[in-house]
C-alpha cells in the first residue's frame, strides 16, 4: 500500500466519521485519531522489527526511550 492510499483510507474513514456525526460538532478528533492508530502501528511495526526496540524506533523516526514508553503506555512491553 502506498502513502497515497494510507492517505485515502484515512480520508475515507473521517469522512464516514464526520457523516456518522449527523451533524454533531466533533470533539478531540486529533486525538481520537492518534490514540486509534498508535496502538495497532507499534504492535505491526515492533512484529515486522522482530521485537528490536532500536531498529523500531529508528524505523518510525523517534528515540527509543520515547518507543519503550510508548509501549508501556499500551501495554506492549513483554
Known amino acids: 500500500m502506498s502513502r497515497k492510499q494510507i492517505d485515502a483510507c ?3 474513514s473521517l469522512g464516514a466519521y464526520f457523516d456518522d456525526l449527523r451533524g454533531v460538532e466533533p470533539h478531540g478528533v486529533q486525538q481520537m485519531i492518534l490514540d486509534a492508530v498508535e496502538k495497532p502501528m507499534l504492535e505491526v511495526v515492533m512484529a515486522r522489527a522482530g521485537g528490536n526496540q532500536s531498529r523500531a524506533a529508528e524505523w518510525l523516526g ?4 520515547t518507543l519503550r514508553r510508548k509501549l508501556a503506555e499500551h501495554k506492549l512491553l513483554k
Open 10 to 12: 484515512i480520508r475515507a
Open 62 to 65: 523517534i528515540n527509543r526511550n
